[in-house]
Nanobody
Framework: QVQLVESGGGLVQAGGSLRLSCAAS????????MGWYRQGPGKERELVAA???????NYADSVKGRFTISRDNDKNTVYLQMNSLKPEDTDAYYC????????????WGQGTQVTVSS
């Protein structure tokens, strides 16, 4: 059974930093594409950052230059380094593991809350 466990969320002042981690188990992590999404109350879930199995990355325009996604295939873990945090970054952050080609799958973590105070 695939399990994604996020950690690292919390309360931070504007301008501060947090590092989110997502540990995967039960999957073939090295062939998975990974992503971090966020969602606030009454809002749609949006992509924050993604990294492919080959290491290619992409970011939402709102976080470019401030957030960095990375992965450690030996530890089956994906990270999101968040710097220069803003109050508008406050949301629940979710880890996603998926593969669009065979074997296809799509898994989500339970989420971790990030709150940035002004």
């Amino acid at each position: 059974q695939v399990q994604l466990v996020e950690s690292g969320g919390g309360l931070v002042q504007a301008g501060g930093s947090l590092r989110l981690s997502c540990a995967a188990s039960g999957s073939i992590f090295r062939i998975s594409d990974m992503g971090w999404y966020r969602q606030g109350p009454g809002k749609e879930r949006e992509l924050v950052a993604a990294i492919t199995s080959g290491g290619s990355t992409n970011y939402a325009d709102s976080v470019k230059g401030r957030f960095t996604i990375s992965r450690d295939n030996d530890k089956n873990t994906v990270y999101l380094q968040m710097n220069s945090l803003k109050p508008e970054d406050t949301d629940a952050y979710y880890c996603n593991e998926h593969r669009s080609s065979f074997p296809r799958y799509d898994y989500w973590g339970q989420g971790t809350q990030v709150t940035v105070s002004s």
